[in-house]
């Protein structure tokens, strides 16, 4: 599966932002989705997860209540809704697609990645 990223941005702190994932290839529903994001001089780290079916997710600490995962297998496209966006969500943000059914928060359990998509939150 092929993965693009879209809809990053310059924001300000507290505003919001949607960042898209577009799939290729007819499986895009078999996979569970995540979001990761890495900012400069750091690890990529796990954001959030979405079940294939779409009826389960999981997300970091750090955004929970913030952000919203969501999917539409219909369109091969999943989504990350972010809000209250604080200056330290500034990174470039990479979805990825698993093929397990179990949502996992390792960048090594993830199958395929996307090119990611630059958020930068000002104050």
């Known amino acids: 599966v092929q993965l693009q990223a879209s809809g990053g941005g310059l924001v300000q702190a507290g505003g919001s932002l949607r960042v898209s994932c577009a799939a290729s290839?007819?499986?895009?529903?078999?996979?569970?989705m995540g979001w990761f994001r890495q900012a400069p001089g750091k690890e990529r780290e796990f954001v959030a997860a979405i079940s294939w079916r779409g009826s389960s997710t999981y997300y970091a600490d750090s955004v929970k209540g913030r952000f919203t995962i969501s999917r539409d297998n219909a369109k091969n496209t999943v989504y990350l809704q972010m809000s209250s966006l604080k200056p330290e969500d500034t990174a470039v943000y990479y979805c990825?697609?698993?093929?397990?059914?179990?949502?996992?928060?390792?960048?090594?359990?993830?199958?395929?990645w996307g090119q990611g998509t630059q958020v930068t939150v000002s104050s």
């Open positions: 990825a697609a698993d093929r397990s059914t179990v949502m996992r928060t390792s960048t090594n359990a993830y199958d395929y």
């Open positions: 290839g007819r499986t895009f529903m078999s996979y569970t």
